[in-house]
């Protein structure tokens, strides 16, 4: 069992003054053996997230919880690993694939103590993402973005971790190593039952990967669920924006007519140091104060995540038990 | 099956400093540097005895043939007392930068150590002890520490850290940023592992480097010190000391000073020199800028016969081709490229990085600089031949009828200047408009982009614009002429997709409104696929294929095409299935392979792929295609390879 959860979790930098708060009460649940895809927009705090589960980020409030106990950030054994967005600037230039590899290779189980146990232990893991051992003397320089990011990929699972963070791993990636990086995560991680927070920008790769989705905007979640429901019928306002502006296949489609929703829906992303009130999202809301006169409640109240799928919208449809999972209020009362 | 190892692209270090050793500069200052050395060995094996010979009978004597540099007051010979105060010169002065350096490391990288907040305490200090002047630093250390040579050597030692300190700290914080500590902070590994493995090997190259200039400079300030009476004391002598004595005379014999002077100036020469050698030699084999042009043979450039030139095109390009200065040879990443752009026209450029579809970009808007070459057979704009003629004849056609569009819009834009002014420079320069009217024009330009409360934000800088409003700003500074094309590099990759949307948006807007042809450059087919008309795609530095954006998804020709579209994955990609791939990586610009550079990755691949190159042909419909088993179906192995193991 390894089940990361983010409990109320909040990261703010700076000073009481003239700070950010980049997260802000967080609550998701990265289930055993699953992997949960965390999509949003540059700014909405997702990269954060991930770097506050393993120590990257000071957590101002709430709790990071493994198993229910508190995510270990220092010793030799961390069980929560990242694989970061660059892989030019993830591996040592001046280390040896294999070096960097062996570095995270734990060093006080019996079973890899020794120095050739160590390197038995590299040669592994380098099949394992389907290199060649014979990469391990060579540089990071010698190879392409696509194996730099499967030695990553390796270095993290040398640690033998129970939850792997993946921020925007394949980003980087030409769209032919893409491919390659994706399938090989996905065997990966079924085969070794790892769990996993996948970030990414593209919601075509995440819905690829992705067992359940949580959407995040200006620092909170506003929406949670199964990657089919989320997909399928989004709840939040955001959420749909997102999905409309995947590209597809076939021209772009008309903008809208109405002169209010065009300008809401061109307005800007909002400045994380200087957050809307009420609902982050109410300046860009196609179905929110700007079109919809009525709604000014949007303005001033910040809306509870009652709804279907968590929807942190006022508006969005209300809660259907059965379609719930990874409810961190659930768990804990079933427990 | 892995792909072997690929012999470095970059020259290892051992070879990257042995070059520099092969500029004439770093040769002189090498050979001078290791003259100083041996002599510093040697002279006072040799000569310490003449040195030393007191001769009453010839004391002051200026230069004779048997005292080169006459003799002092004990008749004892200058030249080689010179020669012999070169160890005792070079070792003090190498004594003191060793721990300048030293201190300078231990200050700079106790952030890494202590953490956090000792770090700023250190790096306070540092800061304030480093607006002192080195030299009066020295002086106050010497008198703390007390005259003659070890007082000296300490006093400009740690003189000489605060600045070794600055460095350190300046470079370990350009290495603390990088992933790979973070990633070996998450491992577990301990501080002193991290500095020990990760960041000093990471900033050794550089501290080297400056160790050799700081050495220059302690024996400056060493010869200064002995000169004043404050550093080596009779009867040891190094050249400040002898400095320092030949000076009382120097009036009746000034070769007395001088000797030891020249000395002084001719070590301290071969030093720095040396230092600056290596720190350019270094710098330089980062980027490629060393083999002269004048080894690039001229392509030979030929009309192609049969393509009258066309004036109903916006752009017509025949076989342009550009030129980097490569290491061993030159480097042509783009290779007989030839495309022709209508009036309203939208044409996608498709690559992956690499294929040279940015250099495609830069070459046709001439905005390709030394060392690189741009050849081409036709390159003609609005029918203007841009090949011929300065740069400066077309800047105004330039000015006034392209708008560019780059990847990155915060560095496109000023940050010293609103963003009104900036778009109004543009009227000003190429439309001789008064300032105000360029103004009132900028913003009804950022109006026609859709920048919200245009005349407000026209006066903000672009650091107050989001990097959506900042592309559309450049799309603002595009139209303040009357663009007639509109080249887009990556014009979205670096913005989300919902801000993504909005400019693509904004470009399908202007060229339905004004008619504008639009060249997109992209690695991403779906974006293409949504504005363009037409797709061009490229590999290895060549059009592969050319077709319209409607037949990308079913009718594409060139295997390459097919195996791109196939390996995007959208919202329908099949869950059960592992994703499409492309076997292999794509070619190196320094190494094309011979016949079809695409052959090596291809399911089709035949001998006759492998050696002989496939022409690009165009059909009856206008398309092109560079193949030779156009058309062939592909096997199941392309769409779906087994495991994606191959790259």
């Known amino acids: 069992m390894s089940e990361l959860e983010f409990d109320d979790v909040s990261v703010r930098y700076g000073t009481r003054r003239h700070g950010l708060t980049a997260v802000t009460g967080v609550h998701l649940v990265v289930p055993d053996g699953e992997i949960v895809g965390l999509v949003g927009e540059s700014g909405s705090g997702k990269s954060t997230l991930a770097r506050a589960a393993v120590g990257l980020a000071p957590v101002t409030s709430g709790r990071i919880l493994l198993d229910g106990r508190p995510v270990p950030l220092r010793g030799r054994r961390r069980p929560v690993q990242m694989v970061f967005q660059d ?19 734990p060093r006080h189980d019996p079973a890899t103590g020794t120095m050739l146990d160590r390197q038995a232990e590299v040669i592994r893991l380098l099949e394992l993402v389907e290199l060649d051992p014979d990469l391990a003397r060579s540089f990071p320089a010698q190879l392409s973005g696509g194996q730099r990011q499967r030695v990553a990929l390796a270095r993290a699972l040398a640690a033998r971790p129970e939850v792997v963070i993946a921020d925007e791993i394949t980003s980087a990636l030409d769209v032919s190593v893409q491919g390659t990086v994706l399938n090989l995560l996905r065997t990966l991680l079924r085969d070794l039952g790892i769990s996993m927070l996948f970030i990414s920008h593209n919601l075509a790769v995440v819905r690829y990967v992705a067992t359940s989705i949580a959407v995040m905007y200006l620092g909170r979640i506003v929406e949670h669920g199964p990657a089919e429901a989320v997909l399928g019928d989004p709840q939040h306002p955001y959420s749909r924006d997102l999905l409309a502006a995947v590209p597809e296949s076939g021209h772009l489609p008309a903008p809208p007519d109405d002169p209010t929703v065009r300008a809401v829906t061109d307005a800007e992303p909002a400045d994380p140091h200087h957050p809307p009130a009420g609902c982050g999202y109410h300046p860009r809301c196609p179905i929110g104060p700007f079109v919809r006169p ?42 | 099956m892995v ?48 040195a030393n010979r007191t001769d009453v009978a010839a004391m002051l004597q200026g230069p004779s043939a048997l005292h ?92 000489g850290a605060p600045a ?67 550093g080596v004391q009779p009867p040891s002598y190094d050249w400040g000391r002898l400095l320092g004595d030949g000076l009382t005379g120097i009036y009746e014999q000034p070769i007395a000073a001088l000797a030891p002077g020249i000395a002084v100036i001719l070590a301290g020469l071969a030093f720095n020199l040396f230092g600056e050698s290596l720190a350019k030699g270094i710098g330089l084999t980062a980027t490629l800028g060393r083999v002269p042009l004048g080894r690039v043979r001229r392509r ?3 009309a192609e016969p049969g393509e009258p030139a066309a004036d109903a095109a916006v752009l017509d390009v025949a076989d342009l081709v550009v030129t980097l200065p490569g290491h061993g040879a030159p480097i042509r990443p783009v ?58 004849t077309h800047r105004r056609l330039l000015g006034t009828s392209l708008a560019m569009v780059f990847q990155d819009p915060t560095t496109s834009l000023n940050p010293t200047r609103r963003i009104g002014g900036q778009l109004a420079e543009v009227a000003r320069q190429h439309g001789g408009l008064s300032r105000s009217a360029a103004l009132a024009l900028a913003i009804d330009r950022l109006r026609a982009v859709r920048v919200p409360a245009a005349a407000r934000r026209a006066h903000q800088y672009p650091h107050e614009f989001s990097g959506g409003m900042r592309q559309r700003a450049m799309i603002g500074m595009g139209l303040m002429g009357r663009p007639t094309l509109i080249v887009a590099d990556e014009p979205t990759t670096a913005l ?26 992209s690695h991403d087919v779906a974006v293409v696929r949504q504005v363009c008309d037409r797709v061009l795609v490229m590999y290895a530095g060549r059009i592969v294929e050319d077709l319209p954006t409607a037949e990308l998804a079913t009718a594409a020709r060139h295997p390459y095409t097919r195996a791109l579209v196939a390996a995007v994955p959208d919202m329908h990609t099949d869950l059960d299935h592992p994703l499409a791939t492309i076997p292999g990586r794509a070619p190196d610009p320094t190494r094309f392979p011979a016949g079809c550079a695409f052959a090596p990755r291809c399911p089709l691949a035949t001998d006759r792929c492998r050696t002989a190159e496939p022409p690009l042909e165009t059909d009856r419909q206008g398309r092109r295609v560079a193949c030779w088993h156009a058309d062939v179906p592909v096997g199941p192995s392309v769409t779906t390879a087994a495991g994606g193991g191959h790259e």
């Open chain 2, 335 to 392: 290779r007989g490229v030839g495309f022709r752009i209508g009036r309203g026209e939208a044409v996608g450029l498709v690559g992956e990085s690499g294929s040279g579809k940015s250099l495609t970009a830069l070459a046709v808007t001439r905005l390709i600089e030394e060392p690189a070459r741009v050849d081409a057979a036709r390159l003609r704009f609005l029918g203007a031949d841009l090949l011929t003629g300065t740069a400066g």
């Open chain 2, 300 to 302: 030979p450039v030929s």
């Open chain 1, 294 to 335: 009525d709604r000014e409640r949007c303005r001033t109240e910040a809306p509870s995540t009652d709804h279907r799928q968590h929807a942190a919208c006022h508006y969005a449809a209300s809660a259907e038990p059965a379609l719930i999972i990874g409810d961190p209020t659930q768990r804990r009362s079933s427990s």
């Open chain 2, 496 to 521: 989300d997709v919902t801000v993504q949307r909005q400019v693509l948006e904004l470009l399908e807007s202007v060229r339905r409104d004004d008619a504008v042809a639009l060249l997109l450059i």
């Open chain 1, 87 to 105: 892989p030019y600037s993830s591996l040592d230039p001046r280390m040896t694939v294999g070096a960097s590899i062996a570095e995270t290779v």
């Open chain 2, 164 to 230: 070794f300190a600055r460095l350190a700290q300046t470079l370990v914080a350009g290495i603390e940023q990088r992933d790979f500590v973070a990633a070996a902070r998450i491992a577990g590994v301990g501080r002193v592992r991290i500095l020990l493995r990760h960041v000093l090997p990471n900033i050794a190259e550089s501290l080297i480097v400056n160790a050799a200039i700081g050495a220059g400079g302690a024996l400056l300030a060493f010869a200064s010190l002995s000169f004043l009476g404050l």
């Open chain 2, 3 to 50: 792909a072997p190892v690929t012999p470095a692209r970059r020259p290892s270090s051992a070879t990257r400093w042995l070059a520099v050793l092969r500029t004439p500069v770093g040769a002189c200052a090498g050979l001078a540097l290791f003259a100083v050395l041996v002599l510093a060995v040697i002279a006072p094996m040799r000569w310490s005895v003449r």
């Open chain 2, 68 to 159: 080169w540099a006459g003799t002092d007051n004990l008749g004892r010979d200058i030249f080689d007392r010179v020669l012999v105060a070169t160890r005792l010169s070079v070792e003090l002065a190498l004594l003191a930068t060793v721990i300048a350096v030293v201190t300078g490391l231990l200050l700079g990288t106790a952030g890494v150590i202590l953490g956090r907040r000792a770090a700023r305490f250190v790096s306070a200090v540092v800061n304030i002890v480093v607006a002192f002047p080195g030299l009066l630093l020295a002086l106050f250390f010497a008198v703390i520490f007390g005259v003659g040579a070890r007082g000296a050597v300490l006093a400009i030692g740690f003189a």
